[in-house]
């Protein structure tokens, strides 16, 4: 398929692997920050063909994984209210609150609905004009300029009936924690290739300035994931640090002009506590004084929400790029898709997640070394 | 693997101390689990790791006998010395019209096909309808139709039938349930449990298809795409599968699910590993992109018209042969093969030469954000 199959070459992704080996002179750590990242890098099993001297850790960039469990709790505190309408993103159903997740509400009466696009709110506000219809407005800036585009054009018709629940997260604040943080492994990223298409790269030249870490904005299949690596490595070996676009064909430095004008319009940055991580300056949006009346947690009140925390669970680690989820010692046992004990297991994006659903869980290497030797077919 | 019905009460564990004062990265900071599900979830009839437990956790250890507990697509009665084929099949499409059929042919295909993966010759089926109040006349004509029109192409008789009426509102439009006995002819013995260390596992064309289709006409999710369901009835391109070779091992035709669910389960069930061959595995450009764009994984997505077979290394060219010569067969390609390590495992090698796991869908499949 064109734009895929380009991406996803096997001899191609070879020569880069074969250079990346030629270059490779000591130990280097990196971290790619977009959960979609990871998802490709476990999923393509790319981190296993690196060698040994480069290990990928992966970031905090899962939009759905870094929600706060207070915003979640208030988001079904809200769905579960009998005149409303609760759209969502579908990777929402399945995350757990203090008590239970969407699908469950959903098997008990709740109206939850799962849409690709805030946009489709509009039309289902318009059709039920008696039902308050609620957004879980979550993500980084890549989702910003649609859940934005809902609720401008709700303003803008009168649509009093919509609203969105903002738990909207910033990626450079998060770089710069991990990279402030004592404990800090990481030495260069590969930077998240969707949300720069959004926001450009020019706000992440200072971070690659500042801690001397090089930057390359990347995108998702393999041969791009690969690319960004070898990048990246070449600065690691040069001792340079730079903000590198490896993803050309979606990312301009200055990114989508027309979609972060409308994203601060209605959108003001604030703080924002993280999931698995607390709370980071200046890493969140909130909407504007002037949509207020869009906003879910100014109509519902939902009141201060107590939550509470399993005491096993290493995500915030595993999301700063210090542990990894083998680490973990209730990872594949106690805590899985089915039943996850912290954020990097709740959403298929999240590491923990990723390596369960590619079988890292079932003493993987050794299993994945037998399978190449019989993979074989004839 | 057990599922409780009446689970414990949650144990609370400490609350954690994060604070939304600074960053706090060493802490122990995550939600509690949520236990076994106290209610049914539409996970539980995705085909995957839930319906597993429920029919594990739930049904067997009520039901179990020996006819049962094979789990196979249909059970196989010994009546008088032959091989009676017995299966059902419930069907609540939404929608109930869609591209390339309709709850009425998908209900008839859906019986057949189960049958014929036991190795039966299909023959009588059974319908019982459940109509909600306010179903048009005319709908339900357009479905009998095609209910008659599937079952004279597949050979099959509709012998008996009930219909019950509900309230508006307590179903959605129309559900059907076919039951279906065949015979299994002399010498063929097909179990999930009979797959082979070497055998080659064939798939009969491109997969994905019906669950893509469906997807597309769906509230909410529309989309703009030619993409036709592969709806049909797989009872000849059996009877062509076992002319070629009459000992066949395994036949299973990947409904919800997808091809992983039925792989895990011929990978469970015979304790043998499976590896699977990405660059190999047939799937549409259109079907290809359509899941790219909707953040789905098109081994977990249905089919209704496609099989796998599981076969002997020495007669896998010659059952290939014979069934791309068959319409349903055109695009038919060996994608994998059994192995012995890793027993009850699939994995598969990417195309980028790295090497996965494929294991089970847990609950639905749910479109990414991103």
């Given at each position: 398929m064109k734009y895929l199959d380009e991406y996803r070459d096997e001899s191609l992704a070879k020569s880069i692997l074969a250079e990346i080996r030629r270059l490779v002179t000591r130990p280097w750590v990196l971290m790619e920050v977009c959960g979609g990242q990871t998802h490709s890098i476990v999923k393509y099993g790319i981190d296993r063909l690196l060698p040994d001297e480069i290990e990928l850790v992966h970031g905090p960039g899962c939009p759905v994984c870094v929600t706060a469990l207070e915003m979640i709790d208030k988001a079904h505190a809200i769905a579960r209210q009998p005149d409303v309408i609760f759209c969502s993103f579908g990777d929402m159903l399945r995350v757990p609150g203090s008590d239970g997740d969407l699908l469950t509400l959903k098997s008990r009466g709740a109206d939850i609905r799962v849409l690709y696009s805030p946009i489709d709110c509009l039309k289902i506000a318009r059709?039920?004009?008696?039902?308050?219809?609620?957004?879980?407005?979550?993500?980084?800036?890549?989702?910003?300029?649609?859940?934005?585009?809902?609720?401008?054009?709700?303003?803008?018709?009168?649509?009093?009936?919509?609203?969105?629940?903002?738990?909207?997260?910033?990626?450079?604040?998060?770089?710069?924690?991990?990279?402030?943080?004592?404990?800090?492994?990481?030495?260069?990223?590969?930077?998240?290739?969707?949300?720069?298409?959004?926001?450009?790269?020019?706000?992440?030249?200072?971070?690659?300035?500042?801690?001397?870490?090089?930057?390359?904005?990347?995108?998702?299949?393999?041969?791009?994931?690969?690319?960004?690596?070898?990048?990246?490595?070449?600065?690691?070996?040069?001792?340079?640090?730079?903000?590198?676009?490896?993803?050309?064909?979606?990312?301009?430095?200055e990114g989508n002009r027309s979609a972060q004008q409308l994203v601060s319009e209605v959108f003001e940055v604030c703080d924002r506590k993280w999931r698995g991580v607390g709370s980071i300056p200046n890493s969140g949006y909130r909407l504007r004084r002037e949509f207020r009346e869009h906003d879910a947690e100014r109509i519902f009140a939902v009141r201060q929400i107590d939550t509470r925390e399993s005491d096993i669970c290493i995500s915030g680690e595993i999301l700063r790029g210090i542990r990894k989820p083998h680490d973990c010692p209730a990872f594949g046992t106690l805590c899985t898709p089915d039943h996850p004990l912290g954020a990097t297991m709740v959403s298929a994006e999240g590491a923990c997640a990723a390596y369960f659903a590619y079988g890292r869980h079932l003493a993987a290497e050794r299993i994945a070394a037998q399978a190449r030797e019989e993979a074989v077919l004839s | 693997m057990n599922i409780s019905l009446h689970p414990e009460p949650q144990t609370l564990s400490r609350t954690n101390g994060t604070t939304d004062s600074a960053p706090n990265f060493s802490g122990p900071v995550c939600p509690l689990p949520v236990h076994e599900r106290p209610e049914i979830v539409l996970g539980h009839?995705?085909?995957?790791?839930?319906?597993?437990?429920?029919?594990?956790?739930?049904?067997?250890?009520?039901?179990?006998?020996?006819?049962?507990?094979?789990?196979?697509?249909?059970?196989?009665?010994?009546?008088?010395?032959?091989?009676?084929?017995?299966?059902?099949?419930?069907?609540?499409?939404?929608?109930?019209?869609?591209?390339?059929?309709?709850?009425?042919?998908?209900?008839?295909?859906?019986?057949?096909?189960?049958?014929?993966?036991?190795?039966?010759?299909?023959?009588?089926?059974?319908?019982?309808?459940?109509?909600?109040?306010?179903?048009?006349?005319?709908?339900?004509?357009?479905?009998?139709?095609?209910?008659?029109?599937?079952?004279?192409?597949?050979?099959?008789?509709?012998?008996?039938?009930?219909?019950?009426?509900?309230?508006?509102?307590?179903?959605?439009?129309?559900?059907?349930?076919?039951?279906?006995?065949?015979?299994?002819?002399?010498?063929?013995?097909?179990?999930?449990?009979?797959?082979?260390?070497?055998?080659?596992?064939?798939?009969?064309?491109?997969?994905?298809?019906?669950?893509?289709?469906?997807?597309?006409?769906?509230?909410?999710?529309?989309?703009?795409?030619?993409?036709?369901?592969?709806?049909?009835?797989l009872n000849g391109l059996v009877g062509v599968i076992l002319r070629a070779c009459p000992q066949v091992h395994v036949l299973r035709d990947p409904t919800r699910g997808g091809l992983t669910s039925a792989l895990n389960e011929i990978a469970e069930q015979a304790g043998v590993g499976i590896v699977l061959d990405e660059a190999r595995i047939p799937i549409s450009e259109q079907v290809k992109g359509a899941c790219e764009i909707l953040g789905l994984d098109p081994l977990y997505v249905a089919n209704e018209g496609k099989l796998l077979a599981v076969v002997p290394a020495e007669s896998a060219d010659c059952v290939l042969e014979a069934m791309r010569r068959d319409p349903l067969g055109r695009d038919a390609a060996i994608i994998g093969e059994v192995v012995a390590k890793h027993p009850g495992l699939v994995t598969m090698l990417t195309r980028v030469g790295g090497v996965r796991m494929v294991d089970m869908l847990s609950g639905e499949q749910l479109p990414r954000i991103c």
């Open positions: 059709a039920n004009p008696d039902k308050k219809v609620v957004f879980f407005a979550i993500g980084f800036e890549t989702t910003a300029p649609a859940n934005a585009m809902s609720v401008f054009q709700a303003h803008k018709q009168g649509l009093m009936n919509y609203s969105i629940l903002v738990s909207h997260v910033l990626v450079p604040p998060a770089m710069a924690a991990i990279l402030q943080s004592p404990q800090n492994r990481v030495q260069g990223f590969l930077g998240p290739g969707h949300v720069c298409a959004v926001m450009g790269y020019e706000e992440y030249e200072p971070i690659a300035a500042q801690f001397h870490v090089p930057i390359v904005i990347t995108g998702f299949e393999p041969l791009d994931l690969l690319q960004g690596t070898l990048m990246a490595l070449r600065q690691l070996e040069a001792g340079r640090a730079e903000v590198e676009n490896q993803y050309p064909r979606v990312v301009r430095r | 009839g995705s085909g995957g790791k839930l319906t597993h437990q429920l029919i594990t956790g739930v049904f067997l250890p009520h039901f179990s006998n020996d006819l049962l507990d094979p789990l196979h697509d249909g059970a196989v009665l010994p009546i008088h010395g032959a091989r009676v084929a017995f299966s059902t099949d419930s069907f609540v499409v939404n929608p109930i019209f869609f591209p390339g059929g309709d709850i009425g042919s998908l209900a008839v295909h859906g019986t057949v096909n189960d049958l014929a993966m036991c190795g039966a010759k299909p023959q009588y089926l059974s319908v019982a309808m459940i109509l909600e109040e306010g179903l048009p006349m005319g709908d339900l004509l357009r479905i009998v139709k095609s209910m008659k029109r599937a079952a004279d192409e597949a050979g099959v008789l509709l012998v008996t039938g009930d219909t019950k009426v509900v309230d508006r509102g307590k179903g959605d439009q129309i559900f059907i349930t076919t039951t279906g006995v065949g015979l299994i002819p002399e010498g063929v013995s097909i179990h999930p449990k009979h797959a082979r260390v070497g055998d080659k596992i064939i798939v009969s064309g491109e997969i994905a298809t019906h669950g893509i289709a469906i997807m597309s006409v769906r509230d909410g999710l529309e989309f703009e795409t030619e993409i036709l369901s592969d709806s049909a009835a």
